[in-house]
Structure formats: structure tokens, C-alpha cells
């Protein structure tokens, strides 16, 4: 009986121990990694971690040189021997003056960055020249172009479309359309001289011999003004924002009419130098000719000794000046 009564005791405490290590062991599955088929109980879920929010960059402002000055030089044809020199130079000249503008300091640069200084979207030297060449002679593409590379430097084109071989004044003399896509393709700069190259004051045409009624001249002018830049776009797959007006004759309307039709900037041939706050409308450019060198070296003086806008230089060109490639 004795014997009973301490077994009782014995068999309650096993009973016990055992309840307890099972219940220890379900409490450590719970709180390890289940294993394969084991079921995980849902989870409150966290409050979702809000993403950085992107504070815009303000965009950097440049520092625009509102003291820089600009020189643009207009060129024609270049020969061997002037024989008209309003419009010719030869060769060895312009190296020369080429050369003079690095020799002093006067940096070159292109149409396009001039322009985006003028808008205030880009900062330029604080001497520059900008080239130019009208009309589209052949002269232009295997004479002065080989010379601007040699330096190094850029130009434009102010082209008359229909003085390119296959238009109304097309011939030997003449750019042709393949040598314009050629430069175009190494970054030459290119632009719109009208049509036909004509006074845009007057309601005259010379190329149909008439004299134009107010209503006529009005369209006339939009064609002369506007297809040039159209057959340009279109020939060349490029953008036209510049207007070079023949012999330099304008009036206001003239002007207007350059704007209405989306040019940026209108140029003129009376030379001065060009500032921040010069007009668009009427940009003056130096007029080199072959017997005139000290337009070339005013020019340089006026961006070397003043602040700008100073009495115009180059002289205006002639109505009958020899702009028209013809048949060599």
C-alpha cells in the first residue's frame, strides 16, 4: 500500500514534465521558420514607407556677357584678278584678313551661337567676328571655303535660290545644290537672300519686267521673302532663321514681312558693331570689297576701342552690283 501511495506522486510529476516540454516545443515552432506544408499565419502589415520625393533641379543660369561685342563680314566671290571689285577679293587677301583676326584675338564664331547670345542662352568671347558669304557662288565652296578650314573657323551661307545651277540664273558660276549639302553636312551654317535677288522696296519685278499693283507687290514680296527659306528647308532638310536683304535696301515693311514669315534675325550691309542690345531687325554687317580694305581693319578697330553702336561703316551696296552667279 506504502508502495502505492509514493508511486502516485512519481507517475503525476512524469505527467507533468511531459505537458510542458510539449508546450515549450509548439511555442518555439511557432516562432521559427516554418518548414515545407507548414501554414504562416497572416501579419498586421507595416505602413507602407513613403517613396523620397524628387525636388526639381533649378535649371543653371548663364552668366551672359552683356559687354561682348560682334563684327559680321560679308563676302562675295573671290578670283584671281578683280575685276569688279564691289563684289570680288582675291584669295591671298582673304587669308589675310583671316589671318589677322587671330592674330588679333578676335574669336570666330557661328551664326547659330551668335544668335543663341543674343537670346541670352549662351555666353560668347568678348571680341568675335561672325563670316558670311552671299548669293551662292562656286568660288565661295572651292576657293574660301579650303581657306576657312585651314583656320578653323565657321560661316554662313546667305543663299538666293534661284541664282543655284538649275534656277533662273543657274550656271558655271553658280553653287549647286549637291556642294550645299555638302557644307551643310560639315556644320556650314546656311540662310535665305530672297529669290530672285531683287530691290524689295520696290513694286518691281525685274525677272518678269513688270511693275507690280499694290496687291501684286504684297504677294510678290511674300514669295521673294518666304520661298527662298521654303526651297531651302526643303532642298537642304534644314532650319532657316536668318534673312540677308539684297544690296542691303530695306524699309520697315520689308522687315515686318521678314518677321511674319519667321526669321529670328534680319541683316543689313551697314556695318557696325553688333552689341546685346542691338536690334534683330536690322543687324549691320561690314561689306568687303576688293578695293576698300579699310572696312576690314575699321572694323577691327571698332570692337577694339569702343563700346558699340558706333556710325555705321560699310557703305551700302549698288543697286546694279554684280550678285547674280552667271554662266562662266
Avoid at 3 to 12: C, E, F, H, I, R
Wanted: net charge positive.
Amino acid at each position: 500500500m506504502r508502495l502505492k501511495l509514493v508511486a502516485v506522486p512519481v507517475l503525476l510529476a512524469l505527467i507533468l514534465a511531459a505537458c510542458n516540454k510539449k508546450q515549450k516545443d509548439q511555442t518555439i515552432g511557432e516562432g521559427s521558420t516554418p518548414g515545407r506544408g507548414a501554414s504562416v499565419p497572416p501579419s498586421a502589415s507595416a505602413p507602407p514607407t513613403a517613396a523620397p520625393v524628387a525636388t526639381p533641379t533649378a535649371p543653371v543660369k548663364v552668366a551672359i556677357d552683356q559687354t561682348a561685342q560682334v563684327i559680321v563680314y560679308g563676302y562675295h566671290r573671290f578670283v584671281n584678278q578683280v575685276r569688279r571689285p564691289d563684289t570680288e577679293i582675291t584669295p591671298q587677301m582673304f587669308e589675310q584678313q583671316m589671318q589677322e583676326l587671330k592674330n588679333r584675338g578676335i574669336s570666330v564664331i557661328g551664326m547659330q551661337d551668335f544668335l543663341a547670345w543674343k537670346r541670352g542662352e549662351k555666353n560668347i568671347p568678348p571680341r568675335c567676328a561672325v563670316i558670311t558669304f552671299d548669293d551662292g557662288w562656286k568660288s565661295q565652296y572651292d576657293v574660301a571655303w579650303p581657306i576657312m578650314k585651314k583656320f578653323g573657323y565657321t560661316f554662313t551661307m546667305f543663299i538666293y535660290t534661284e541664282g543655284v545651277r538649275g534656277g533662273h540664273f543657274g550656271g558655271g558660276e553658280a553653287i549647286t545644290w549637291e556642294q550645299l549639302a555638302e557644307m551643310r553636312d560639315a556644320g556650314i551654317d546656311i540662310q535665305a537672300h530672297t529669290e530672285t535677288h531683287q530691290d524689295l522696296r520696290k513694286p518691281y519685278d525685274k525677272v518678269a519686267k513688270k511693275k507690280l499693283s499694290p496687291p501684286e507687290y504684297e504677294q510678290w514680296l511674300q514669295n521673294e521673302v518666304g520661298r527662298c527659306k521654303e526651297t531651302l528647308e526643303q532642298r537642304l532638310g534644314i532650319k532657316v532663321n536668318c534673312f540677308a536683304v539684297p544690296y542691303g535696301f530695306y524699309n520697315q515693311h520689308v522687315k515686318d514681312v521678314a518677321k511674319s514669315l519667321g526669321y529670328e534675325a534680319v541683316f543689313t550691309v551697314y556695318g557696325q558693331p553688333i552689341t546685346y542690345r542691338s536690334a534683330m531687325d536690322s543687324l549691320g554687317r561690314y561689306l568687303i570689297e576688293g578695293n576698300k580694305p579699310k572696312v576690314f581693319a575699321d572694323a577691327i578697330g571698332m570692337i577694339a576701342t569702343s563700346s558699340g553702336g558706333g556710325a555705321p561703316v560699310a557703305e551700302i551696296g549698288s543697286s546694279n552690283i554684280a550678285s547674280k552667279p552667271a554662266d562662266g
